[in-house]
């Protein structure tokens, strides 16, 4: 039930400037930690700015996408909607400074494709992705805990599908409507458009799902507006300006959404290759020497990330043994 | 068994796999041919400590360790009198303290210390507890006699059954040798074939071995050889399990679906409105399962409908 779930209590938000506050605390979060790498002084110039980071994102929305409509078993819809969600929801708390775009990406599908009871083997998951495919391994599971942990473990998605579903029932039941399952090709490239919008986090399944409806319907020169004022809406005509807007909000962002530019993009990736953190970079030396020290010996080597409570009580135990 | 050696004569029990050891009150050990030779009065004094000992009070060592052996006969002496029960003190801790002055008495005897102050002390008290001890040894005799008397029934019984089989068998003896001389007279004077007849008889034997494997099991025994009664209601001195502390009982409580929306259609409208119909009936393997078009018609229904009515100033997220 979305009204009680954790999609609503959590991880749906009040605005657009709610997202964008994260996105920007997050960012210069990140500036002020790393502030010491930049030489030349010019932090904007060395850094991403959130606009920056979102155009990133943005372009790499659109890969995902096409990872997931090549991806080799095809893969059922709501694996999609299910990895986008992810991919959303884990940069809200991080920058893409942190933790490269491409790798969550393909971590944020596989962990779909688990939730969403798709079964691929990580090595028929890795099947799909170009490249060095032991590296795509590494890189998967070493940040499949990492994604879960960032999502804070709640994992169910509430996606707009069944909703779909339910409203062309009660179209076919309740309407005189023609024929209501010509809209679903209309319906289906809305739903993908709203992937690259930040739709899923301002609003429910189901608005986002009589969207799609409404907005397929207008496709069709069909007008479905009698339905949802004296059919769904006929005993709450009050709440009826409030799903009006959410609707509305829907279709606009959806509209209004432009693929980001290519050249741009790959600017800010060669500014990315310089500011991103090492310690998450696999081919850097830190992180490989990161690695090598886990896997040595993990009892006794503190962890990097400060975020450890280790580490402060292996420094206390070596400031002791210096004294004695 | 490497070193067990008569202290006297040194016969080990490697050259005389028939030794013998015996110990008496004082602990210490002899061999049996050198209490033969020692006490052949009757009495005498322990080669070792030089306490007068009878000979009837020499045992057989059952513990390897004479000291434990020591022990036991002097626990056993005291308990003699020692014999207060739990019933016997107002208060647990009383007789725990007891129970501690038994255990001091018997250390004290065993290693010698204050000997002559120890046994004074178990003199007082017999003194003091004459009537006490002398009830509790009555007791204790009753106890004995009822278990003695449950060992005679059960001989009895087992007497009995016994005899049971021995008629048994006797019977059966006798039906075997009717079947043979039958068989033989029906040879003699019959005039079928002999053969047939054979097996005739064989397969009657079979038949009648068959039923014989069939006997009726021993009866059953409500009892314990040690007369403890099993299958019937607790002992009553057995301690009841205690029973464990249980949390307030479940309540069931309907539950509320929070739809946020138009209220969907209740179940039975499903099919009688004829949203049924417009989604593909469950397969057979579906329906094993426990689930039916209807379930996934309202679920899809409710889902739609959940969640229709929020706006975001109903409900500011917090983030995580």
Redesign the interface.
């Known amino acids: 039930m979305y009204p009680v779930s954790s999609q609503k209590k959590s991880w749906t938000f009040a605005n657009e400037a709610q997202l964008l506050g994260f996105r920007v605390e997050q960012n210069s979060k990140y500036i002020e930690e790393h502030e010491s790498e930049c030489q030349d002084g010019d932090l904007e110039e060395f850094f991403l700015t959130p606009a920056e980071e979102r155009l990133l994102l943005k372009q790499y929305e659109v890969y995902l996408f096409d990872f997931c409509r090549r991806f080799d078993p095809p893969m059922p819809k709501c694996v999609v909607g299910t990895a986008f969600h992810y991919f959303k929801r884990f940069y809200l708390n991080n920058t893409p400074m942190d933790y490269h775009p491409k790798e969550i990406l393909a971590t944020c599908v596989f962990v779909a494709c688990k939730v969403e009871e798709f079964n691929v083997s990580i090595s028929q998951f890795v099947n799909n992705i170009k490249g060095d495919r032991n590296k795509a391994t590494d890189i998967v599971l070493s940040n499949e805990l990492l994604l879960i942990g960032q999502l804070n473990y709640y994992l169910t998605i509430h996606n707009p599908f069944r909703p779909i579903e339910g409203f062309l029932i009660d179209i076919k039941t309740r309407s005189n409507m023609q024929n209501p399952d010509r809209l679903r090709p209309h319906i289906e490239s809305f739903v993908d458009s709203t992937y690259y919008t930040d739709a899923c986090l301002l609003h429910t399944p189901s608005q986002i799902g009589l969207a799609a409806v409404l907005h397929a319907a207008s496709r069709e020169q069909e007008n479905l507006d009698s339905y949802v004022t004296d059919l769904l809406f006929v005993s709450a005509r009050d709440k009826l300006p409030g799903l009006i807007d959410a609707v509305r909000k829907i279709r606009i962002m959806v509209k209004q959404y432009q693929q980001p530019d290519r050249d741009r993009v790959k600017a800010i990736e060669k500014k990315l290759d310089k500011c991103r953190n090492q310690a998450n970079n696999p081919d850097s030396e830190l992180y490989k020497e990161r690695l090598r020290r886990m896997y040595t010996d993990e009892d006794d080597i503190p962890a990097e990330d400060a975020s450890f409570h280790i580490a402060d009580v292996s420094s206390d135990t070596s400031a002791m043994n210096t004294s004695q | 068994m490497e070193d067990q050696a008569c202290p006297r004569c040194k016969t080990t029990k490697y050259r005389n796999p028939s030794l013998k050891l015996m110990v008496n009150v004082c602990g210490h050990t002899l061999c049996e041919s050198c209490v033969d030779l020692l006490f052949l009065k009757g009495s005498g004094a322990c080669p070792e400590c030089m306490v007068p000992l009878r000979r009837n009070n020499f045992r057989v060592q059952l513990f390897e360790d004479p000291q434990v052996e020591k022990e036991v006969d002097i626990r056993r002496r005291i308990l003699r009198d020692y014999n207060k029960r739990e019933e016997d003190f107002g208060t647990l801790e009383e007789y725990n303290d007891y129970l501690e002055e038994i255990e001091d008495i018997v250390y004290n005897l065993c290693n010698n210390i204050e000997i002559i102050e120890t046994n004074k002390r178990i003199e007082a008290y017999k003194r003091d507890n004459r009537d006490v001890i002398q009830r509790n040894k009555t007791r204790v005799g009753r106890d004995e006699s009822a278990l003695e008397e449950m060992l005679e029934l059960e001989r009895v019984q087992e007497e009995s059954r016994k005899k049971e089989l021995d008629e048994l068998e006797t019977e059966h003896k006798k039906k075997k040798a009717r079947d043979k001389q039958a068989l033989i007279e029906e040879l003699m004077y019959s005039g079928k074939d002999a053969a047939q007849i054979v097996t005739e008889f064989a397969e009657k034997a079979e038949k009648q071995r068959e039923e014989e494997k069939q006997l009726p099991p021993p009866k059953s025994s409500n009892e314990f050889s040690t007369g403890i009664k099993f299958g019937q209601t607790a002992d009553p001195t057995l301690i009841p399990v205690p029973k464990s502390e249980e949390g307030p009982l479940f309540v069931y409580e309907q539950l509320i ?7 969907p259609p209740p179940t039975d409208e499903i099919e009688s ?3 049924i ?3 593909r009936p469950e397969t057979q393997q579906e329906n094993a399962g426990g689930f039916t078009s209807t379930m996934a ?1 309202e ?22």
């Open positions: 679906a929070i739809t946020d929306g138009p209220t409105e004829g949203y119909t417009h989604i018609c679920r899809a229904l409710q889902e739609a409908l959940q969640g229709l009515f929020y706006t975001p100033t109903a409900g500011v997220a917090a983030g995580i």
